[in-house]
């Protein structure tokens, strides 16, 4: 698995920001079409909300990669 560390310059960033943010998808859109298909893991749980806002702490689990919050 590979670790990521993500660090905030704001109160928080979305979910399908993140992924794009970190070259993991290609768009948005993409992004959009891999949380509403259940491919990604918030917290441990499968997360269906393409806009989840993720704080400091949160752990992000898509394909090979870890991602932490910080």
């Not at 670790?3 to 993409?30: A, I």
């Not at 949380?35 to 806002?53: A, D, T, W």
């Amino acid at each position: 698995m590979i670790q990521h560390q993500f660090d905030l310059t704001g109160d928080y960033v979305e979910l399908n920001k993140l992924l794009k943010l970190l070259g993991l998808c290609e768009t948005g859109g993409h992004a959009n079409i891999e949380i509403e298909q259940g491919k990604v893991r918030y917290n441990n749980q499968i997360e269906f909300r393409k806009r989840k806002k993720l704080f400091k702490g949160d752990i992000i689990n898509y394909k090979n990669y870890q991602i932490t919050i910080n």
